[in-house]
């Protein structure tokens, strides 16, 4: 190719003209705003197109039409490219703390939606986006447009209501409950009973001062009002280059590596002659996915996005004719302004792509993504193509020479798994959707794990054709049964002249049991379920034609089948006590305070680890994974990798000039395995180089031989081989033995919880900056555990503690995964940094974060509770097993707490609870919020639950009676101090939520639909707050005075978006006397607050507050001379004329928690030192037929003794329990026999999405509870909410109780955690899936297995 050939490479960013000569096609946006632009708002969180964090707006201007388009994307898949002559806006580009926040920014931080912050810029631009389209939109709109954004700290309730200001409905109705309700609450509507959360509530207006509650948790009359006008424009210059743009294809080359855009279809075909092997891409969304997760290289790309020819979207006589290029949501508007103006028997098809692109993906992904790419991905759960095939479509090639060929898409066309017929010279031109007939019913369906922005598990298109009474025609299309999607052709012959009733349908689904039967092992797993939804999606057919044709109407059983399971949009309320009106204003303590870095994170300059600029000579270092389970390594070989340009060294053990032993608390771990790997994911080394890319692509070129050994990979496996890590822990209490003597009943049962991925949204992260001239260290790092990074990174490049400095500004979440989770990259990273001599930086891309750190242990609990027929517990023995993966790390500590809490809220005479450790072949399991605590509690509220249905009692009266009282102890003698509050949480909870009623109203519903069941369930907690190691419970500060009157805090606590330094900040105000605009933390170190313990627990807020605390009240007295003798002056003199007294403004603060800790030698002592309590009511609705579910409803009521910052402890309470509601409904990991996890990314591990939170969720603070005991009387908050989402976990298992009675089934049943669909839909056993019998284990290979 000649250089004449080449395009000058030029966009537009946050309207600045870009020029580039020398553009890499291989380089996304993501990469160019970040590396080349220094733009690093927009964030890394997937590379997937999965999480949202890099979402930016993309403008385009069209010439023909002269419309400015205006969409979200996932810079993360886009190519820099694909930018050409396009305007892109970023984070930066909207608004800055400097020249003030947009409107967008200011509201999702003064709402307090951001919390760690690394979500926030991908949900600002989504946000914004939205509004330059649409600037009132509705709800349903902003919950559209976050389909594709993930937060994982929020709980998304205060996003939501934040951006609700922007609504129409707010402009109509006051912003919910938050404003002018005068007398009643203004969401009483009809006279219905109270909406509130608080019972005693008439009014929610702020400040009404009734009983000093308050529901206004920001103020939207501050908000600064919304000017579209004054949104930044599409530069007029790139209106001029478009117009003036020459019809001519579009070239850039740079390292062997050529990416060219034709804009018509004659100069695509020249281009595909020319270059037969290039790859076609148009969205760029799958063949994104392929080049950066699995590195996949493409020398010549011809991105077809732009060819006139293929961007048509036209209606003519037969139906519509959709461009191969036309883009996800082209389709959608097109289609349904078609709908709007076409009868409505025509466009039955064209409801169904419009109903299904709802569930496809989320919106970045559908702007960008064409209908072409879709057909030729052939995926086998497309969600398009079944649609496509039972709508009898037909697609239109075109080969080089310009000859065109008609196909249907039919079973013919995918010849196997991403296969198809499409020959290799052709491309695809178009695809033409046939009308509907008058005599015909269309439907879609698709179930996923996760309803928003999900793949299908199964989907389907069903088509049938009427000749009067009988069947003329029918198509029968189904997705995720086999390698492609696959018409049920054998069934449908059955079908034809037969009359849609009974008889037809019980044949139908007995012939596609069979024609869509998939074996034990097939890919996917799944296979009951799998199956057992083809079968249901039928039935949904069969009852929806029959409603719809007014002559067959279904019987009042069958009728509920079809109804589809929607939500509406978020309600909430909540409720806080409010500070008296007395208080110092400048006293921030109890203040809904917003977040300290809100505003940075907001308009993305809140620097994250990988933000930081590159240091000078800075290298990266990509780590080399082992690749097996368990295995002998054989040899390693880097010649490869290391005959890259740019790559500097391959790093492993024989570079580790310290020890290369790692593992906390006990070093049981090789930093770089030597000779055997125990864990894939282990590190055996790490390729250090120039940048991330080619650090990534040489580290795959490492060659290393194993020896396979058989691993152990799940806690049954374990069991089986008796494979644990020592010793095993036992509390007893009384005589278990006696106990079920006593006892009229005896259950005996067991569950699984199984594991959960932290998923903070920034991965693993660190620099490691050496100082050759000390042989010193200095830690940048993600990690929530400062003091062991330090003295990991000491002992593996063999220096004393003092020569290394660990410290972390602000981490983006961690929830326990950055305990240890950061010590391995950080102790590699800095061998790295001592051999090369230079800085290196070593960020995990996604993938390899999730397969190579442990998670929260996947838990079995085997118990046999013994009671009284009137309910009353006896005795509890109880078997625990948690898989630890290959080392201990916290596991022993983790497994300790899950101990203590295996009574829960509850008295038990006699126990004997065992802790087992299992020892497998998986990357070792850690610490995660709640630390053993959700998994064993889960199980204790199973076995009341088996209890209550065994004796015939309302689950609620059994909790009641055995709930402790207070004067009554914990089973291993721990006195529980303030148990009237969980009294009053319950009382409080069961009030708000007026169970009682709803309780009625659930069973009334249960009643009149066979295929949907609604469940309710209250579930209290008991939250043991402090480490039981003592030495944990210790803290110290250092607050320092300068001489303008300034305040530096510091202290031992990493701020990882819990808002540690914002009550920290509250707490020093206070002490000192002092507005907090006086005060700052700059981060936190080992060099400035030494040994510090792991920020985690709960406890950040309690030890770290304490010795704020002690550390101001020293500096008090030292002023307080001043203040006597003069007390009509400020601050600032006093401070003066301390210093000029030489007086030390500068002081520490020391706090050890009195009176804790326990002794398992001698089973004594407090493990906790004090409890927190809260109380949780859940509703839920499930599709009985595909197991999937909504949550109608939930009401909290916690315990935080005086909150110091109301705003913090309730987005604390919400994300905990969303977080909490992942674990227990959703989030699943899934592992190949061969112990590889495939369940990494988004993609595959869903975690909960902005419309799964509950429909109507209401928090609300126990007010005057003071708790003496700690700092500003406050309790502790980060962890105990997360329990209380085994509240929806009862309400699903409630529903399907009640399924299974209409099914004649047992009423005791097993589930397990995650009730997923799967899991729901299965135990909701009926008919259908009675035809689909598991098979018996070890008779076949598992897809995949849970651990
Ligand atoms: C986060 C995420 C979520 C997703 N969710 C869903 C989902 O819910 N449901 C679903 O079905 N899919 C989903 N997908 C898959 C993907 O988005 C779709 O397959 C999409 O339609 C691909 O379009 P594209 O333009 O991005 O294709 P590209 O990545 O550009 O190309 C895909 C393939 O099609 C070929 N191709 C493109 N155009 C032509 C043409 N005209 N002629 C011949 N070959 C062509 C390319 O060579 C390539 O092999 C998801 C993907 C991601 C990344
Ligand atoms: S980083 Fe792009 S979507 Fe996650
Ligand atoms: S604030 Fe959303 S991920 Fe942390």
Redesign the pocket.
């Known amino acids: 190719m000649s250089k004449k050939e080449e395009t000058e490479f030029i966009f537009f960013c946050n309207g600045r003209k870009i020029v580039d000569l020398h553009i890499d096609p291989s380089m996304t946006l993501l990469s160019y705003l970040r590396r080349k632009l220094r733009l690093t708002g927009s964030k890394l969180g997937c590379g997937?197109?999965?999480c949202g964090a890099c979402t930016v707006m993309v403008s385009s201007y069209d010439k023909l039409t002269t419309n400015i388009t205006h969409v979200a994307v996932?810079a993360c898949?886009t190519t820099i490219c694909q930018m050409y002559l396009t305007s892109v806006t970023t984070v930066e580009g909207i608004g800055s703390i400097k020249d003030g926040l947009h409107p967008v920014q200011e509201r999702i931080a003064k709402a307090h939606g951001s919390q760690c912050g690394f979500c926030t810029p991908g949900i600002v631009m989504s946000m914004y986006t939205l509004l330059r389209n649409n600037d009132r939109p509705c709800m349903p709109d902003i919950e559209d447009a976050f389909q594709?954004n993930l937060c994982r700290c929020t709980g998304y309730r205060p996003i939501l209501e934040g951006y609700r200001t922007f609504t129409k409905e707010s402009e109509i109705n006051g912003i919910g409950c938050k404003t002018n309700c005068k007398t009643t609450c203004c969401q009483n509507k009809n006279g219905s009973k109270k909406v509130c959360a608080n019972g005693k509530i008439q009014s929610c207006k702020s400040n009404s001062g009734i009983n000093g509650i308050s529901t206004t948790l920001f103020q939207p009359s501050e908000f600064t009002s919304y000017d579209s006008t004054k949104d930044i424009m599409f530069p007029q210059e790139l209106i001029l280059m478009i117009e003036n743009e020459k019809p001519m294809p579009v070239r850039f080359t740079c390292n062997d590596v050529t990416w060219l855009r034709p804009v018509n279809l004659q100069q695509m075909l020249d281009m595909r002659k020319r270059f037969p092997d290039a790859?076609?891409?148009?969205?760029?969304?799958?063949?994104?996915?392929?080049i950066q997760q699995r590195k996949m290289i493409y020398p010549v790309t011809v991105?077809?996005?732009h060819?006139t020819e293929?961007n048509i979207i036209e209606l003519y006589d037969e139906g519509v004719r959709i461009g191969?290029?036309v883009?996800?949501s082209r389709i959608d508007t097109f289609l349904r302004d078609t709908i709007k103006k076409t009868p409505d028997y025509k466009c039955k098809s064209f409801v169904a792509i419009v109903d299904m692109l709802h569930?496809?993906?989320?919106q970045?992904?559908?702007n960008?993504?064409?209908?072409?790419?879709?057909?030729?991905?052939g995926?086998p759960?497309?969600?398009?193509?079944p649609i496509f095939m039972a709508a009898g479509s037909t697609l239109e090639?075109a080969d080089t020479e310009g000859v065109r060929r008609m196909v249907s898409i039919t079973n013919d066309f995918f010849t196997g798994y991403r296969k198809n017929s499409?020959k290799a010279n052709?491309?695809?031109?178009s695809i033409t959707v046939p009308f509907t007939k008058q005599t015909e019913y269309f439907k879609a369906f698709?179930q996923?794990h996760r309803r928003d922005?999900?793949?299908?598990i199964v989907n389907a298109a069903f088509r049938v054709d009427f000749d009067e009474n009988t069947i003329r025609d029918c198509t029968l299309a189904f997705?995720g049964m086999a390698p492609t999607t696959k018409l049920a052709e054998e069934t449908v012959k059955l079908m034809i002249g037969r009359v849609w009733d009974q008889a037809l349908f019980d044949d139908v689904t007995a012939h596609l049991a069979n024609e869509m039967s998939i074996p034990p092992g097939a890919p996917g797993g799944m296979v009951e379920y799998r199956q057992s939804l083809v079968i249901s999606f039928f039935f949904k057919f069969y009852v929806f034609v029959r409603m719809d044709n007014k002559t067959k109407t279904p019987s009042k059983e069958e009728s509920s089948a079809s109804i589809p399971l929607k939500r509406g949009s978020v309600e909430s309320t909540q409720m806080f006590q409010e500070v008296s009106d007395d208080r110092s204003p400048i006293d921030l303590v109890g203040r809904p305070v917003v977040h300290l870095s809100a505003y940075q994170q907001a308009t993305g300059e809140a620097v994250f680890v990988d933000d930081i600029v590159p240091f000078q000579n800075e290298l990266f270092m990509a780590i080399v994974f082992s690749q097996k389970a368990h295995a002998i390594i054989k040899s390693v070989d880097a010649t490869a990798a290391l005959a890259i340009r740019g790559v500097h060294a391959y790093v492993d053990h024989n570079d580790v000039p310290g020890i290369n032993v790692i593992g906390n608390p006990v070093k049981d771990e090789e930093l770089f395995a030597t000779s055997n790997v125990t864990s894939i994911g282990q590190y055996i080394g790490g390729i250090v180089a120039e940048d991330r890319d080619m650090a990534q692509r040489a580290a795959k070129l490492v060659k290393v031989e194993y020896q396979e050994l058989e691993p152990i990979i799940s806690i049954e496996d374990a069991i089986a081989k008796n494979s644990f890590i020592e010793p095993t822990r036992i509390l007893t209490k009384g005589s278990v033995l006696d106990g079920f003597k006593y006892s009229d009943q005896v259950v005996e049962s067991e569950i699984k919880v199984g594991e959960q991925e932290h998923f903070y949204m920034e991965t693993q992260s660190c620099i490691a900056i050496p100082t050759i001239e000390d042989d010193a260290m200095d830690i940048i790092t993600s990690s929530q555990t400062l003091k062991s990074v330090q003295a990991a990174v000491a002992d593996v490049i063999g220096v004393q503690y003092h020569k290394v400095r660990a410290r972390a500004k602000r981490v983006g979440g961690a929830f326990g995964g950055k305990e240890t989770g950061n010590i391995p990259p950080a102790a590699a990273a800095a061998v790295a940094a001592k051999t090369c001599k230079r800085p290196v930086r070593c960020v995990l891309d996604r993938n390899d974060d999730m397969a190579s750190t442990g998670t929260r242990h996947a838990f079995l609990a085997r118990y046999k509770v013994g009671f009284t027929n009137d309910g009353k517990i006896q005795a509890l023995k109880i078997d625990m097993y948690m898989n630890c993966g290959h080392s201990q790390d916290l596991s022993l500590s983790v497994m300790e707490r899950a101990m203590f809490h295996v009574q829960n809220v509850y008295y038990i005479p006699n126990v004997e609870a065992h802790g087992y450790c299992c020892r497998t072949n998986i990357p070792s399991n850690t610490a995660f919020r709640g630390f053993g605590s959700p998994q064993s509690t889960l199980a204790v509220e199973n076995w009341i639950s088996d209890i209550a249905l065994a004796c015939g009692i309302s689950q609620n009266k059994v909790r009641e009676i055995n709930m402790l009282q207070v004067g009554q102890s914990t089973y291993f003698n721990q006195k529980v101090e303030d148990l009237q509050l969980l009294k009053r949480c319950w009382d409080e909870c069961l009030d708000n939520s007026e169970y009682k009623n709803r309780q009625s109203q659930v069973e009334e519903y249960n009643r009149s639909k066979r295929w949907r069941k609604r469940g309710i369930a209250a579930l209290p907690i008991m939250y043991g707050v402090g480490y039981s190691d003592r030495f944990l419970n210790q803290a110290g500060a250092l607050v320092i005075i300068y001489t303008d009157g300034s305040v530096l805090l510091t202290h031992g606590g990493v701020e990882m978006g819990q808002g540690l330094y914002t009550k920290m900040i509250q707490v020093a105000s206070r002490t000192l006397g002092i507005p907090a605009s006086r005060i700052h933390t700059n981060e936190t170190s080992t060099a400035t607050v030494p040994n510090t313990s792991p920020t985690s627990a709960s406890v950040g807020s309690d030890l770290n507050g304490m010795a704020v605390k002690i550390a101001c009240e020293t500096l008090c007295k030292r002023l307080e001379p001043y203040k006597k003798q003069e007390s009509n002056k400020t601050w600032n003199e006093w401070v003066k004329a301390a210093y000029f007294d030489r007086v030390n403004l500068s002081a520490t603060g020391f706090y050890k928690t009195p009176d804790i800790g326990f002794d398992w030698q001698t089973k004594s002592g407090n493990p906790s030192y004090y409890f927190t309590y809260g109380v949780a009511v859940s509703e839920v609705e499930i599709d009985c037929l595909t197991g999937d579910h909504v949550v109608l409803r939930t009401d909290i009521v916690m315990d935080v003794g005086d909150s110091i910052n109301p705003a913090i402890d309730i987005g604390q309470i919400e994300g905990a329990f969303v977080q909490g509601y992942g674990l227990y409904t959703l989030e699943e990991h899934r592992w190949s026999p061969t112990g590889q996890l495939l369940t990494k990314g988004?993609?595959f591990y869903k975690l909960p999405s902005f419309t799964d939170i509950p429909v109507t969720f209401n928090v609300s603070l126990l007010d005057g509870v003071p708790h003496e005991k700690v700092v500003c009387s406050s309790k502790a908050i980060g962890e105990p909410p997360l329990l209380l989402a085994g509240s929806v976990f009862f309400a699903i298992k409630d529903a399907i109780r009640a399924a299974r009675r209409d099914a004649g089934k047992g009423e005791i049943f097993m589930l397990d955690s995650p009730a997923t669909a799967e899991r729901i839909r299965m135990a909701c056993a009926d008919r259908i899936t009675e035809k689909f019998p598991p098979a018996s284990p070890g008779t076949f290979t598992p897809f995949f297995i849970r651990s």
């Open positions: 997937e197109g999965g996932n898949l594709g790859k076609i891409v148009a969205g760029n969304t799958e063949v994104g996915v392929e991105s077809v996005a060819v293929l191969a290029s883009t996800l569930w496809f993906a989320g970045q992904i559908r960008v993504a064409v209908v072409g790419g879709n057909i030729i991905t995926s759960i497309s969600d398009l193509n090639f499409m052709e491309t695809l031109i698709k996923a922005d999900d793949i299908a997705g988004p993609g």
